[in-house]
């Protein structure tokens, strides 16, 4: 059973950081494109970043780029999103998922909160 | 970037009624287009993907089709646990979703 498990959510003040993490079981990780996706509450879908099975490619929507930073362990069966400088406006529930001709699986969610 | 406009922004509608959504692109993204619904605390489902193409396991009443700049979600005959909110995603390019959609039981 593919499970996509996130984790690293909480209350960040605004310039802070966090290291969100997406734990992967199921299904061979290092073949697939994963992505992470945020919704602001009461929001619509947006997409923030993807990576590439082996990590040699990156792209980022333009509200994050230079501040975010999307990465993977294929060893460890993990997706990450370090997101420095936050803003309040990055406050969302964040979303990895796997990425082959739509977005098929999706975790659970976790909380990012930027609030002084 | 490439827009996604999707309307209408919600609709309300009786049990068995045929309930269509549509999503037009700002640019032709062939049939790079997919359909999620997305039910209140929840993540969002794959319902559609390739504008057409049913995922596995989703009730044959949802469909899609379309292509190029104009695409459009049918429920062919609602239902009351389809009351969610429906996305289009573009994936021609960078992806990018629609506004969403909002159904309600009239």
């Known amino acids: 059973e593919v499970q996509l498990v996130e984790s690293g959510g909480g209350l960040v003040q605004p310039g802070g950081s966090l290291r969100l993490s997406c734990a992967a079981s199921g299904f061979t990780f290092s073949s697939y494109w994963m992505s992470w996706v945020r919704q602001a509450p009461g929001k619509g879908l947006e997409w923030v970043a993807n990576?590439?099975?082996?990590?040699?490619?990156?792209y980022y929507v333009d509200s994050v780029k230079g501040r975010f930073t999307i990465s993977r362990d294929n060893a460890k069966n993990s997706l990450y999103l370090q997101m420095n400088s936050l803003r309040a406006e990055d406050t969302a529930v964040y979303y990895c998922?796997?990425?082959?001709?739509?977005?098929?699986?999706w975790g659970q969610g976790t909380l990012v909160t930027v609030s002084s | 970037d490439i827009q996604m406009t999707q309307s209408p922004s919600s609709l309300s509608a009786s049990v068995g009624d045929r309930v269509t959504i549509t999503c037009q692109a700002s640019q032709d993204i062939s049939n790079y287009l997919n359909w999620y619904q997305q039910k209140p605390g929840k993540a969002p489902k794959l319902l559609i993907y390739?504008?057409?193409n049913l995922e596995t396991g989703v009730p044959s009443r949802f469909s899609g089709s379309g292509s190029g700049t104009d695409f459009t979600f049918t429920i062919s005959s609602l239902q009351p646990e389809d009351i969610a909110t429906y996305y289009c995603?573009?994936?021609?390019?960078?992806?990018?979703f629609g506004g969403g959609t909002k159904v309600e039981i009239k």
């Open positions: 990576i590439k099975q082996d990590g040699s490619e990156k």
């Open positions: 390739d504008a057409s």
């Open positions: 998922a796997r990425d082959l001709s739509g977005y098929g699986y």
């Open positions: 995603q573009q994936y021609d390019n960078l992806p990018t």
